[in-house]
């Protein structure tokens, strides 16, 4: 898929299942975010994922 495309058949969800995703899915998109290119490559990666509800309401 080109670019243009990408954009143009970009979806937003915005209802999602009240079902907490795998380990080994959180891993891979964690793993994805961790592998991608930083401005100038300093690798200045943070992340935080939050599965607790309560947590994530807090905030």
């Not at 970009?10 to 999602?16: L, M």
């Not at 995703?21 to 930083?38: C, E, F, K, Y």
């Amino acid at each position: 898929m080109n670019v243009s495309d990408a954009i143009r058949l970009k979806r937003a969800v915005r209802k999602f299942q009240d079902k907490p995703l795998p380990d080994d899915v959180v891993h891979a998109i964690l793993n994805a975010g961790r592998r991608s290119q930083s401005s100038k490559n300093t690798q200045a990666w943070q992340f935080i994922a939050i599965r607790d509800k309560s947590i994530l309401k807090e905030l």
